[in-house]
């Protein structure tokens, strides 16, 4: 998926700071509308009175008016028998009753809800500035446009402090939940992305050195914050979006992704890269006959590469390939005169040039590995495009992992080894 389709994140790789605080109160403010399970969590945590809540909706037949409304001048709103100040922020919310802002205007909320004659007013921060004083002061003005004292109706309002990161326990929670009963919710999993590359720890991570045992989705989403402020300190170099796999861009023409996997069983972190797995990526190495190191430095460490072999035969998309190690090879098919005359655009009348290629060069018997019959010269294609990639690993031990990453609120160690490592690939790996 293209980075710029997350439904929230706006045209531009920096953030505008104030347009970011509006940002991230619309983004809130579709997904409670568009998500009613998580409109539902969020009401039940605001609203934490069961008599309250009840009587809003345990009539199955009774009329509930809602409705979310951003940027709402407090003159604006209705009349109301009970209101809900809510402070959402990273910053603590203050004793709400000590605010001496009493300054009478018409400022403007940043979210209003109103459910029947209950009023929700939400005042959201970008980061850790405290809103108390902002909040208390247009409840205050609410109150003065209906002719009332805020001394007088404290009875009628309750203070609430729902910071961002007890927010987003609760939209992950939600969007697991919705993923597990296979009713994933777009404008929910792009609000958690969008707030998660603004601030990751708002989004309930385990650093990777508290792990008790080996989780391959905690230290996913730890190397996956460390990407995103690996991506954010480099202009040129962006996150992958596919939702199949994690990882960023790469600056070089012959591989247009570095990619990051975590093993399962022994929590390693798998760096992979796909050297000329295009024909136009080929062009890049196979000038001469293409050499990789065998050992990379990262982080003042060496970590030794797995070379393999990756054939890719492609129409629009992916039809079939072959993996392949050195054993599998009889002869050297890799060479600079076999990249420029037998891959690219292969027409129906020249397969049988593949297949007598592919039986001099191989051991192995790739037409059954690669489904050759079924893929290719039982269907009905007249053309495909072949490329002779390579597949170059590296393997980050989990106790190193470990080591660098204690501290919930500080992925920078990581974020820095993410950085050595791209700078590894893209400086040292292809000899030349």
């Not at 922020?89 to 459910?115: A, G, R």
Request: charged residues 25%; hydrophobic residues 35%.
């Amino acid at each position: 998926m293209n980075k710029h389709l997350n439904i929230f994140k706006t045209y531009t790789k920096k953030n505008r700071i104030y347009q970011l605080e509006n940002d991230l109160t619309r983004a809130l403010a579709i997904c409670l509308q568009e998500d009613t399970l998580f409109f539902h969590e969020v009401l039940k945590t605001i609203i934490d009175n069961s008599g309250i809540y009840n009587r809003l909706f345990e009539d199955l037949d009774g009329d509930t008016e809602m409705q979310i409304e951003i940027q709402k001048r407090t003159s604006q709103v209705q009349d109301f028998d009970k209101v809900f100040a809510v402070s959402l922020s990273e910053s603590v919310m203050s004793d709400f009753w000590q605010q001496k802002h009493n300054i009478e205007y018409d400022p403007i909320c940043d979210l209003v809800i109103t459910i029947n004659n209950i009023l929700i007013v939400i005042e959201a921060k970008r980061d850790n500035i405290n809103c108390t004083s902002q909040l208390y002061n247009q409840v205050l003005n609410i109150l003065g446009h209906q002719s009332k004292c805020l001394e007088d109706n404290k009875e009628v309002i309750t203070p609430v402090d729902l910071n961002w990161r007890k927010l987003m326990a609760i939209a992950v929670k939600v969007a697991s939940f919705e993923k597990t009963t296979g009713n994933t919710n777009r404008f929910l999993n792009d609000f958690i992305q969008l707030v998660k590359e603004h601030n990751f720890s708002w989004l309930p991570e385990t650093p990777i050195g508290s792990l008790k045992n080996v989780n391959a989705k905690s230290i996913s989403r730890r190397i996956e914050s460390a990407i995103i402020q690996f991506c954010d300190n480099n202009e040129s170099i962006d996150k992958l979006t596919y939702r199949d796999r994690l990882g960023t861009t790469f600056t070089h023409g012959w591989a247009n992704e570095l990619l990051f996997n975590i093993d399962a069983e022994t929590g390693e972190l798998i760096v992979e890269i796909y050297p000329g797995n295009t024909k136009g990526q080929g062009y890049h190495i196979f000038h001469s006959e293409p050499k990789f190191n065998q050992q990379l430095e990262i982080d003042g460490e060496f970590y030794t590469t797995k070379e393999s072999y990756h054939i890719k035969m492609m129409g629009q998309s992916y039809i079939t390939g072959l993996w392949l190690t050195e054993d599998d090879f009889r002869k050297s098919l890799y060479t600079k005169h076999n990249f420029k005359k037998h891959t690219g655009r292969v027409k129906r009348d020249s397969w049988g040039d593949v297949e007598a290629l592919l039986d001099e060069h191989l051991s192995s018997d790739w037409r059954s590995t690669s489904k050759w019959n079924d893929k290719i010269l039982n269907s009905k294609r007249t053309v495909f495009n072949i490329s002779f990639g390579y597949l170059i690993k590296i393997r980050i031990p989990f106790e190193r992992l470990s080591q660098l990453d204690i501290d919930h609120n500080d992925v920078t160690p990581l974020a820095n080894l993410i950085e050595s490592i791209y700078k590894a690939f893209e400086t040292s790996l292809l000899i030349k």
